[in-house]
């Protein structure tokens, strides 16, 4: 593998989502899992990076994620193209994009997202949404 390794996720960037709660009747107590929406988009990840990476990465690495969220429909024209390019500072926060990128990443870009000693989360608008991933291996 080389030091480092850049993909695309197309799509809107997606934000790891509260671990869901509930009571297991057939159990007779409360249970914790993980929403479905973040299982399917770890899954996402895996798959796309999975052909990249011949094995798990040992060591420190750093982690860039730069997500590009497309305008909404109803902006006019004018809006759109101030927008191209700008810094996106509403929801979802950056430190949740990153979540996901890493959970979806272990086991395939590293054994452990406790490896990951450098991130960098980058939000802004663009014309096409798409989340940039690039993993690095941090030489020592």
């Given at each position: 593998?080389?030091r480092r390794?850049?993909?695309?996720?197309?799509?809107?960037?997606?934000?790891?989502?509260?671990?869901?709660?509930?009571?297991?009747?057939?159990?007779?107590?409360?249970?914790?899992?993980?929403?479905?929406?973040?299982?399917?988009?770890?899954?996402?990840?895996?798959?796309?990076?999975?052909?990249?990476?011949?094995?798990?990465?040992?060591?420190?690495?750093?982690?860039?994620?730069?997500?590009?969220?497309?305008?909404?429909?109803?902006?006019?024209?004018?809006?759109?193209?101030?927008?191209?390019?700008?810094?996106?500072?509403?929801?979802?926060?950056?430190?949740?994009?990153?979540?996901?990128?890493?959970?979806?990443?272990?086991?395939?870009?590293?054994?452990?997202?406790?490896?990951?000693?450098?991130?960098?989360?980058?939000?802004?608008?663009?014309?096409?949404?798409?989340t940039r991933?690039?993993?690095?291996?941090?030489?020592?």
């Open positions: 593998m080389d390794v850049t993909f695309i996720i197309p799509g809107a960037p997606f934000a790891k989502q509260r671990a869901r709660s509930g009571f297991n009747k057939r159990l007779g107590r409360a249970i914790t899992f993980n929403a479905p929406a973040n299982e399917k988009f770890e899954g996402t990840v895996g798959s796309i990076a999975a052909g990249l990476f011949s094995a798990p990465l040992d060591g420190p690495v750093s982690v860039t994620v730069e997500a590009v969220f497309c305008p909404a429909p109803s902006w006019s024209k004018k809006r759109r193209a101030e927008a191209m390019g700008q810094p996106h500072t509403q929801k979802p926060d950056g430190d949740n994009l990153l979540k996901a990128i890493k959970d979806g990443l272990n086991r395939i870009a590293w054994s452990d997202d406790a490896q990951v000693s450098d991130s960098r989360v980058m939000k802004r608008w663009g014309e096409r949404a798409e991933v690039t993993v690095e291996r941090i030489m020592q």
